[in-house]
């Protein structure tokens, strides 16, 4: 299984980037699909995380700013990231937790990792 995240890049205060993450591979089902963000010098934090059904959670950072989205037919996440603060400037990783074909149980995955950074 791969997760791979696109997207990132540079942009200046108040403007917006949108992140991808596609998942492959021998995948049964997924289940919860989200964005971890970790900034130098910090702790990894959620930032946003999508159900199978489509429920949503978001740091109280990016509510209203952030959107996650997810295309369950391409096995796919999204982060729109709109209204950026230079705060926001983090390596953005997706994570997803599902099942393999064969497999038994959920296990989390991680994707390498998009640099998105905010210049004031």
């Known amino acids: 299984v791969q997760l791979q995240a696109s997207g990132g890049g540079l942009v200046q205060a108040g403007g917006s980037l949108r992140l991808s993450c596609a998942a492959s591979g021998t995948i049964f089902s997924i289940n919860d699909m989200g964005w971890y963000r970790q900034a130098p010098g910090q702790q990894r934090e959620l930032v946003a995380r999508i159900t199978s059904e489509g429920s949503t959670n978001y740091a109280d950072s990016v509510k209203g700013r952030f959107t996650i989205s997810r295309d369950n037919a391409k096995n796919t996440v999204y982060l729109q990231m709109n209204s950026l603060k230079p705060e926001d400037t983090a390596v953005y990783y997706c994570?997803?937790?599902?099942?393999?074909?064969?497999?038994?149980?959920?296990?989390?995955?991680w994707g390498q990792g998009t640099q998105v950074t905010v210049s004031s």
């Open positions: 994570n997803t937790v599902l099942m393999t074909n064969g497999g038994i149980s959920w296990s989390p995955y």
